[in-house]
């Protein structure tokens, strides 16, 4: 009995310990928010014009047919295609130690090129990608309303992810927290 009591209590440890390095792997939740936003930003200027979504696909007793034709820029398809996959985007980012011995999330061209420990870079980049999963998670709802609403712009997804939504930045911090500097 004493033994299936040890066992519990260093599976619970484990457990405990898991839990609280997952939490604590993304130290500056500000600069990895932005890093996020700027993936985001890309999406959104990337986006090619679309055409309404025709859904009108049944045919009436008459033989006309029945549905809605939605505007693009407010579907729920623009939302999932802007979304979806951003988190195994952010796999492309990793921590590198700046000149100024601050440390910046940088989107990563080329791995070879990268002056920092690759081991050390890419488990910071799939920290980058976990947190960006838990943050879509807890502002998913809010995020594709305002994008379908049109009120996240081109150069504001870091004010409106970091600082409206998820409260990861002040607002007098602003998006210096991100290198734009591709490697």
């Avoid at 025709?54 to 809605?68: F, N, V």
């Avoid at 990793?94 to 999330?105: H, I, M, T, V, Y």
């Amino acid at each position: 009995m004493g033994t299936k009591i040890h066992k519990v209590s260093i599976f619970l440890i484990a457990a405990i310990l898991a839990t609280l390095s997952l939490v604590s792997s993304v130290d500056d939740k500000c600069a990895a928010c932005n890093a996020v936003a700027a993936e985001l930003e890309i999406g959104l200027s990337n986006e090619k014009p679309r055409n309404h979504l025709d859904m009108r696909h049944r045919l009436d007793s008459k033989g006309q047919r029945e549905g809605k034709v939605i505007d693009y820029r407010v579907s729920d398809l623009r939302v999932v295609e802007l979304l979806d996959g951003l988190c195994d985007k952010m796999l492309d980012y990793a921590l590198e130690k700046l000149d100024s011995g601050k440390r910046a999330w940088i989107k990563v061209k080329n791995w070879d090129n990268l002056r920092a420990d690759k081991r050390e870079a890419r488990a910071s980049s799939k920290d980058i990608s976990s947190f960006c999963g838990r943050l879509l998670e807890e502002t998913e709802d809010e995020l594709a309303e305002w994008i379908k609403q049109g009120s996240i712009e081109t150069g504001e997804v870091s004010k409106a992810l970091c600082q409206d939504l998820s409260k990861h930045c002040s607002k007098t911090r602003g998006s210096s927290d991100i290198d734009d500097k591709e490697l």
